[in-house]
């Protein structure tokens, strides 16, 4: 099954402040997906990412909070633009995953703002 | 969009006990998944069924996809299986996505 390597893994970070997160996966996929997930909540899915074109957003989710970048098959960043302490969650990517079945998620970058 | 209700919301077990928990969902699905996630936030693929049974030791997973639930058996609960429990559908129709469920807490006490 596909392996994707996420970093930071978690990060303290002042407000008013961005920060990138990267997501390396070790065989070629078409699409990337980002969620976030705030404290005690459940997953909610921020964009879908191809190589090539636009990230499209999910309702609530804007590009110039939340960029995107998709350079090619096996690579993805998500910023974090002007955070607040409303961002602090965890924030996954996800592939579809044809050898394990469905979708797999990256371990999480747990993001602090303070 | 599409519905999807977990229950019980939370489980306190003592080690030993078994536990089914429900995942209702309110549309056709071509994909369910449970995952374990678990205290460092990690999660853990358990099953993919978007119909029918499988099994992987403790661990069970029924889904009747024509009256939109599935069921998640856990048999003789370690402290281990401690963590939040999600389901989640991609939609028959519609764009590729997940959507969560809102999850189970389950606390299995030694």
């Known amino acids: 099954s596909a392996v994707i390597s996420q970093k930071p893994s978690r990060d303290i970070c002042q407000r008013g402040t961005s920060l990138t997160i990267q997501c390396q996966v070790d065989?070629?996929?078409?699409?990337m997906f980002w969620y976030r997930q705030q404290p005690g909540q459940s997953l909610t899915l921020i964009a879908t990412?191809?190589?090539?074109?636009?990230?499209?957003?999910e309702s609530g989710f804007v590009i110039d909070k939340f960029p995107i970048s998709r350079p090619n098959l096996t690579f993805s960043t998500l910023t974090v633009s002007n955070m607040s302490p409303e961002d602090s969650s965890i924030y996954l990517c996800?592939?579809?995953?044809?050898?394990?079945?469905?979708?797999?998620f990256g371990s999480g970058t747990r993001l602090t703002v303070v | 969009g599409i519905q999807v209700e977990q229950s019980p919301p939370d489980l306190i077990l003592q080690e030993g006990a078994n536990s089914t928990l429900r995942c209702n969902f309110s549309?056709?699905?071509?994909?369910l998944q449970w995952f374990h996630q678990n205290p460092w936030g990690q999660l853990i693929n358990l099953f993919y069924?978007?119909?029918g049974t499988k099994q992987n030791g403790r661990l069970s997973a029924t889904t009747v996809a024509t009256e939109r639930y599935s069921l998640l058996y856990i048999s003789s609960s370690q402290t281990t299986d401690s963590g939040v429990y999600f389901c989640?559908?991609?939609?028959?129709?519609?764009?590729?996505?997940?959507?969560f469920g809102q999850g189970t807490r389950l606390t299995i006490n030694p």
């Open positions: 996800s592939v579809e995953d044809w050898a394990a079945d469905g979708y797999t």
């Open positions: 069924i978007p119909s």
């Open positions: 549309d056709s699905v071509n994909n």
């Open positions: 990412a191809n190589q090539g074109s636009e990230a499209t957003y």
């Open positions: 989640a559908v991609e939609r028959a129709q519609g764009a590729q996505k997940l959507v």
């Open positions: 065989s070629q996929v078409t699409m």
